[in-house]
């Protein structure tokens, strides 16, 4: 799978939007982009994904660049509760593997 | 709406004794996944599981570990003989297929080896 590139930290004011980018310039035609986050000790939990065109569902939008070696994930209206570990992570959309490969991700800290 | 469940959620054990950590998976996932985070640090994949068996593992994943789904809806991971390495969040997860699709995550087991 493709490495990811992401900024250790970043700061968000409530209520604004969150603007996380993810750099996967060896990213190949058949992966996806993947964002999970890691709220304090829990389990992972899924953002969203997408393969090319942009992504919104209730929790965020994708944002990818038209030759695929970047993307940001944007909080529209970032809470506290968004407080988090972000990872963004590239994988095959078919294939003899399904593990997720976690980098160190990014950590958003959501200001009042 | 459905989620993946863990337990115990805290497990205190001495080196060398045999731990089970038990996990739901969501009902009609056939996919299931072990992975761990060692205090401070990435999260690790150890394993995946289909049909009864083994699809890949990690190099963590030694002969001290074994998984198995004893029955429709368990996934349990089995560490033999613990050591003091093995203290981390054990974290469970299953998906509807296998490469693409979304895995679910429980809420982990911190396990504690003295």
């Known amino acids: 799978d493709a490495k990811t590139t992401q900024p250790t930290s970043m700061d968000c004011a409530e209520g604004r939007a969150a603007n996380l980018p993810c750099n996967h310039s060896t990213i190949s035609g058949n992966e996806y982009v993947y964002w999970y986050r890691q709220i304090h000790s829990q389990g992972p939990q899924y953002i969203i994904h997408g393969l090319k065109n942009n992504e919104t569902n209730e929790m965020a939008s994708l944002i990818i660049t038209e030759d695929r070696k970047s993307s940001t994930l944007i909080l529209p209206h970032a809470t506290l509760r968004d407080t988090a570990v972000y990872y963004c992570i590239v994988r095959v959309a078919s294939g003899n593997t399904g593990k997720l490969i976690f980098g160190q991700g990014t950590t958003l800290q959501v200001k009042p | 709406e459905p989620e993946v469940t863990q337990t115990p959620s805290h497990q205190v054990t001495q080196m060398g004794q045999e731990v089970i950590l038990r996990c739901v998976p969501i009902s009609n996932h056939l996919y299931f996944y072990w992975y761990r985070q060692i205090l401070g640090q990435k999260v690790e994949f150890l394993v995946s599981f289909y049909n009864n068996e083994i699809s890949e593992k990690s190099e963590i994943f030694d002969d001290q570990f074994s998984v198995e789904r004893p029955d429709g809806s368990n996934f349990t991971l089995k560490i033999r003989s613990t050591k003091l390495e093995d203290s981390a969040m054990y974290f469970c997860?299953?998906?509807?297929?296998?490469?693409?699709?979304?895995?679910?995550f429980g809420p982990g087991t911190r396990l504690l080896v003295l």
């Open positions: 997860a299953s998906s509807e297929e296998y490469s693409q699709e979304t895995q679910y």
